[in-house]
């Protein structure tokens, strides 16, 4: 079992920065690909980063959803068990609440996640 807590969200102009940060429990963390996700009113989730887990050729590989490639940046830290989001140029588009999730294989899709965090609000101001 995986519990995660996302912070680091809040209110923020356009063209600012963000951090945001996912505490993960469990001894098994660094194994776990993880993910981060975005759901606006109104629209579905979608998929914005995600990290392979630690180990073998492909471990720490990245993958960004296009519309946020070149301005975010997903990192973790598996001597803290924390994934992070470093949102660089938002735009009002990035408007969501942000979800970090945890899974075997680091899909772009919720299905693929085992585990969730509740949530943690961005709004970008224009």
């Known amino acids: 079992q995986v519990q995660l807590v996302e912070s680091g969200g809040g209110l923020v102009q356009a063209g600012g920065s963000l951090r945001l940060s996912c505490a993960a429990s469990?001894?098994?963390?660094?194994?776990?690909?993880m993910g981060w996700f975005r759901q606006a009113p109104g629209k579905e989730r979608e998929f914005v980063a995600a990290?392979?887990?630690?180990?073998?050729?492909?471990?720490?590989?990245?993958y960004y959803a296009d519309s946020v490639k070149g301005r975010f940046t997903i990192a973790r830290d598996n001597a803290k068990n924390t994934v992070y989001l470093q949102m660089n140029s938002l735009k009002g588009g990035d408007t969501a609440v942000y979800y970090c999730?945890?899974?075997?294989?680091?899909?772009?899709?919720?299905?693929?996640?085992?585990?969730w965090g509740q949530g943690t609000q961005v709004t970008v101001s224009s």
């Open positions: 999730a945890a899974g075997p294989a680091s899909g772009r899709w919720p299905y693929e996640y085992d585990y």
């Open positions: 469990g001894r098994t963390f660094s194994t776990y690909a």
């Open positions: 990290i392979r887990g630690s180990g073998g050729r492909s471990g720490g590989i990245t």
